[in-house]
């Protein structure tokens, strides 16, 4: 036995992880689908190991919050919260996800096809060898990397029109650690206080390459379409963006 | 334009120039000369601790306020007008440690207790058993009971209880804003207590994971030091939303204070500044609120009680019936005089309203709803002594949390510098060199002590009224009176006035 279907249908978020935490139990599986999935929150948040689940359907908020070791694939659209917290493991969805996606994330991947709400990769942080990713094919809401104090955010911007811009505003306000990486168009004024353009360097440049031919092969797209347009990177200018705030 | 608010009188007579209080003064006062065998000081950098006078050997210090020269006025205190002078310095946000120092009404200071005379006997808790045992946990609408073959059997399923010795737990305090000795003499005096304490929102140094049983483990805006193992290690969680010395904004733990330690801890790199934003950023409604309480029962299996921390503020009795319909374990709610280890003083001296108001308006409104057994209530803000603690359950508190009046069983001297880091009692302080004052064997003991004294006292109390458990008191405002408190305030406290029946 390594793969296990279970369908979702009509059960409570609560049914439905407590049986996942039932069925990894056993060591033997390795693969479960969920099939007919409705808005079930909190999937994959305490199952503490690398199984992979098939989400066909729509999960629901938190999706893998707090998770530490599973791999997640969402077969369509993931809701708000996917992600928070999260500690480790990987969630790829083959479709958009809500807002607040990657929350105070500490660790693991976060794949999305298409685009990301409002508030997306909210004060992820790293520690020595944890640094969490976000990779976003399409394009973003505002406030995106706001409070960011480490790791990486890619947004590709791949479903833009030749010459239009990123939406978001206020990306990165407060932004005192890690990187962020927009592929196309994005002017001054949409970035946050803080935060400022800084020139790729040779590490940069692997990265990118290392996360966009993964990219491509999870949802098919050619490699050379992501690098048809330069990556700016994003970057604090300051670890201490509050330094000077009080009168000792 | 800043004049010393200190005066460092030394006795000559006295003086051996031993140099304990050159050694003991972080903020370098005291200033040895060689040449001349002789100690002087410069009270500028003065923060009143009182480090050097409990130390001095010979008691040849005394520090004293300085008198101020300014002329007397009313409207402008020295307080305000050195406000403005630093400011004007600086450019910057006045800063300040501990809970708020402005003369408020203290409402425990005009509330007075009951005790039994000739109608009903007292009870004399030497002689007699006497309850002080508490759980903090939701409590079902009813009981239902089998009788079985071995007896009366529990039928309904009731959720995770933290168990109580006594109605004490340690505020949430910070490895940060306070010292790795400090954490673990709060660790270890509620394991010796039967209590708990709590980790505050900078993580769980993994050396104090053998307390996990007596650990409450903060999940803020933050989110430090959040990893499974933590929520997996800790006895219950609690969501903090906000403080009483800070309402609504959040915090900032310069870059200086994050150390190689700090850093593992909070699992953010050394040297970075540790930002808590002032909201959740996935809370921004009830319905969040409670998203993130059932997402951490699920990361928990549903094994721990989940509570929330908020500071009581003009609406806190809706938010409070949200809190609890949003499914928490427990509110834990801190008012106006509640303590911290930084915050801007002019947060901490205005906003919010101070707990006895708060928790007596929270919890008739908790029980006009029919909702008061669905959570658990504890206050804190500012519980000196153990007739405060009293009085809190009486007026409808569960249990309370203390941080300061723990801080002083550690030494404290309330010089509210705890944000310079350079605390001479080893308490605020991430310096090896003054944390390693604070002797952990020594400060667990009197944590203990202090837990153990306080709940002698309460069973006197108790015992005085007449009553034996401690579930008795709890929202038994008849136990108390009202003293200097004008219509309103007895009604908002639903308190009688002393003398009525």
């Given at each position: 036995m390594s793969a296990l279907r279970i369908d979702a249908n009509g059960l409570h978020y609560r049914e439905l992880n407590a049986r996942l935490r039932e069925v990894v139990t056993d060591a033997r599986v390795t693969h479960i689908d969920l099939d007919n999935v409705y808005g079930q929150r909190y999937l994959g948040t305490d199952l503490h190991r690398a199984v992979q689940?098939?989400?066909?359907?729509?999960?629901?908020?938190?999706?893998?919050?707090?998770?530490?070791?599973?791999?997640?694939?969402?077969?369509?659209?993931?809701?708000?919260?996917?992600?928070?917290?999260?500690?480790?493991?990987?969630?790829?969805?083959?479709?958009?996800?809500?807002?607040?996606?990657?929350?105070?994330m500490r660790g693991g991947k976060i794949w999305v096809r298409d685009n990301v709400g409002y508030r997306v990769g909210i004060h992820m942080k790293e520690y020595l060898e944890t640094h969490p990713t976000i990779v976003i094919g399409g394009t973003a809401q505002h406030f995106l990397g706001e409070y960011m104090a480490g790791g990486v955010l890619v947004v590709m911007g791949l479903n833009l029109a030749p010459g239009e811009r990123h939406i978001a505003n206020f990306v990165g306000t407060g932004m005192h650690g890690g990187k962020m990486y927009l592929r196309g168009e994005v002017d001054d004024y949409q970035l946050g206080?803080?935060?400022?353009?800084v020139p790729l360097d040779d590490a940069d440049h692997i990265l990118l390459h290392t996360l966009a031919t993964e990219y491509a092969a999870l949802f098919g797209v050619d490699v050379q379409t992501i690098f048809s347009q330069p990556f700016v990177k994003l970057a604090p200018l300051s670890l201490r963006p509050y330094g000077r705030l009080y009168a000792y | 334009?800043?004049?010393?608010?200190?005066?460092?009188?030394?006795?000559?007579?006295?003086?051996?120039?031993?140099?304990?209080?050159?050694?003991?003064?972080?903020?370098?006062?005291?200033?040895?000369?060689?040449?001349?065998?002789?100690?002087?000081?410069?009270?500028?950098?003065?923060?009143?601790?009182?480090?050097?006078?409990?130390l001095c050997p010979?008691?040849?210090?005394?520090?004293?306020?300085?008198?101020?020269?300014?002329?007397?006025?009313?409207n402008w205190s020295a307080d305000r007008i050195n406000g403005i002078y630093k400011q004007a310095e600086t450019g910057g946000i006045l800063l300040t440690g501990m809970g708020c120092d402005q003369p408020y009404p203290i409402y425990f200071d005009h509330l007075l207790l009951n005790a039994s005379q000739v109608t009903n006997p007292s009870i004399d808790p030497l002689r007699e058993p006497m309850e002080l045992r508490t759980y903090i946990g939701r409590k079902p609408d009813r009981v239902e009971v089998t009788l079985g073959a071995n007896g009366v059997e529990l039928q309904t399923q009731i959720g995770p209880q933290l168990k109580l010795e006594t109605p004490i737990m340690f505020s949430a305090m910070s490895y940060g804003s306070i010292s790795y000795n400090a954490c673990q003499s709060l660790a270890r005096a509620a394991e010796a207590s039967g209590i708990l304490y709590n980790t505050g929102e900078g993580g769980l140094h993994p050396s104090l994971y053998q307390y996990g049983p007596y650990t409450i483990a903060q999940v803020a805006s933050g989110r430090f030091g959040v990893h499974s193992e933590y929520l997996k290690t800790a006895a219950?969680?609690?969501?903090?939303?906000?403080?009483?010395?800070?309402?609504?904004?959040?915090?900032?733990?310069?870059?200086?204070?994050?150390?190689?330690?700090?850093?593992?801890?909070?699992?953010?790199?050394?040297?970075?500044?540790?930002?808590?934003?002032?909201?959740?950023?996935?809370?921004?409604?009830?319905?969040?609120?409670?998203?993130?309480?059932?997402?951490?029962?699920?990361?928990?299996?549903?094994?721990?009680?989940?509570?929330?921390?908020?500071?009581?503020?003009?609406?806190?009795?809706?938010?409070?019936?949200?809190?609890?319909?949003?499914?928490?374990?427990?509110?834990?709610?801190?008012?106006?005089?509640?303590?911290?280890?930084?915050?801007?003083?002019?947060?901490?001296?205005?906003?919010?309203?101070?707990?006895?108001?708060?928790?007596?308006?929270?919890?008739?409104?908790?029980?006009?709803?029919?909702?008061?057994?669905?959570?658990?209530?504890?206050?804190?803000?500012?519980?000196?002594?153990?007739?405060?603690?009293?009085?809190?359950?009486?007026?409808?508190?569960?249990?309370?949390?203390?941080?300061?009046?723990?801080?002083?069983?550690?030494g404290c001297h309330l010089c509210q510098k705890c944000y310079t880091g350079k605390c001479n009692?080893?308490?605020?302080?991430?310096?090896?060199?003054?944390?390693?004052?604070?002797?952990?064997?020594?400060?667990?003991?009197?944590?203990?002590?202090?837990?153990?004294?306080?709940?002698?006292?309460?069973?006197?109390m108790l015992g005085g009224m007449g009553i034996n458990a401690i579930e008795s008191l709890r929202g038994n405002r008849d136990h108390l009176r009202g003293v200097g408190l004008n219509a309103t305030e007895l009604d908002a406290l639903g308190v009688k006035v002393a003398g009525w029946a």
């Open positions: 689940i098939d989400i066909h359907g729509t999960p629901g908020n938190d999706l893998a919050a707090f998770m530490d070791g599973p791999r997640i694939i969402v077969h369509g659209n993931a809701q708000d919260g996917c992600g928070n917290t999260m500690n480790g493991g990987e969630i790829i969805i083959h479709g958009s996800a809500g807002d607040v996606t990657g929350h105070s206080k803080g935060v400022g353009r | 334009m800043l004049t010393p608010e200190f005066r460092v009188e030394r006795d000559r007579e006295r003086c051996i120039a031993c140099q304990v209080c050159v050694r003991q003064c972080a903020n370098d006062v005291h200033v040895y000369d060689t040449d001349d065998d002789w100690v002087s000081s410069d009270e500028a950098a003065c923060v009143g601790c009182h480090r050097c006078m409990t010979t008691h040849a210090l005394t520090i004293r306020r300085t008198p101020r020269d300014f002329r007397a006025n009313a219950a969680l609690e969501i903090k939303i906000g403080q009483g010395a800070k309402p609504g904004i959040g915090g900032h733990l310069p870059g200086e204070k994050v150390t190689a330690e700090i850093s593992a801890t909070r699992m953010i790199p050394e040297g970075t500044d540790a930002l808590s934003p002032a909201p959740h950023h996935d809370i921004y409604s009830i319905e969040d609120l409670r998203q993130l309480i059932f997402a951490l029962k699920e990361a928990t299996d549903y094994q721990k009680p989940v509570g929330v921390k908020v500071a009581a503020v003009h609406h806190i009795v809706p938010i409070a019936s949200g809190i609890a319909r949003a499914g928490a374990d427990y509110i834990a709610v801190d008012g106006l005089r509640g303590g911290t280890g930084a915050a801007p003083t002019v947060i901490r001296n205005n906003v919010g309203i101070p707990i006895e108001l708060a928790i007596a308006a929270i919890d008739s409104r908790l029980r006009e709803e029919g909702i008061r057994n669905q959570i658990s209530l504890i206050a804190a803000g500012s519980i000196r002594n153990s007739g405060d603690v009293v009085k809190i359950i009486a007026l409808g508190a569960d249990a309370v949390y203390i941080g300061t009046a723990a801080l002083v069983a550690l009692w080893g308490i605020a302080t991430q310096d090896p060199y003054l944390t390693k004052r604070l002797n952990p064997n020594l400060g667990y003991l009197r944590l203990n002590n202090l837990i153990r004294a306080w709940s002698m006292e309460i069973k006197e």
